[in-house]
């Protein structure tokens, strides 16, 4: 995200979470950029159960040059039928394919709220590809989410317009994901 930005995101998102298809709709997401950052808050209205809200902050330790890689580091906090707690680390580099290819790689260290369960971490893989400012691809692969499994996503983002994009995605387990996501200010 672009430092002095703020992104806003309406989503419709159909995960399978404990082998159950969950309809979530809407999920409205407002992030604010930093020079080294980003933070935002999400509320997620899930079908049949009671809606959930998280907020985020990443931080970026290193940003990336020459063969060293970008490092970030993260905290995701759900409340609601999820109470989790989620710290991340990511590392990212371009492939030497242009700018256009990025792989990332990361640990996720999973919380949970509930007192029957312990602490998780796993690990976390993506690739992006495409030309900024057109259309863009996105893989990524959760090893052992704590409460899905194994997560697999691909996503596709279309810009509508130079702050307009339509994002759509499908994933394992009959996944699917549409969202509109609108970018004001920025540098």
């Given at each position: 995200m672009e430092p002095g930005s703020v992104e806003i995101q309406l989503a419709y998102d159909r995960p399978v979470v404990s082998d159950t298809?969950?309809?979530?709709?809407?999920?409205?997401?407002?992030?604010?950029?930093?020079?080294?950052?980003?933070?935002?808050?999400s509320y997620y209205n899930l079908q049949d159960y009671t809606a959930v809200k998280s907020a985020n902050a990443k931080y970026m330790l290193t940003h990336e040059h020459d063969s060293m890689p970008s490092i970030a580091a993260g905290v995701i906090y759900l409340s609601g039928d999820v109470d989790e707690t989620d710290v991340y680390l990511t590392a990212s580099h371009a492939l030497g394919l242009g700018e256009e290819f990025k792989a990332t790689a990361g640990l996720?260290?999973?919380i949970p709220g509930y007192s029957d369960a312990g602490t998780?971490?796993?690990?976390?893989?993506?690739l992006e590809w495409g030309t900024p400012g057109r259309t863009t691809f996105g893989i990524d692969y959760v090893l052992d989410d704590i409460a899905a499994g194994a997560?697999?996503?691909a996503t596709m983002r279309q810009p509508i317009s130079h702050n307009?994009?339509?994002q759509f995605?499908?994933?394992n387990g009959a996944r699917w994901f549409?969202?509109?996501?609108?970018?004001?200010?920025?540098?």
């Open positions: 298809n969950v309809v979530i709709f809407p999920l409205l997401t407002l992030g604010y950029g930093f020079r080294n950052g980003e933070v935002g808050i996720l260290y999973q998780h971490l796993t690990g976390m893989l993506g997560v697999f996503g307009m994009a339509w995605g499908i994933g549409v969202g509109l996501n609108i970018k004001l200010g920025g540098e």
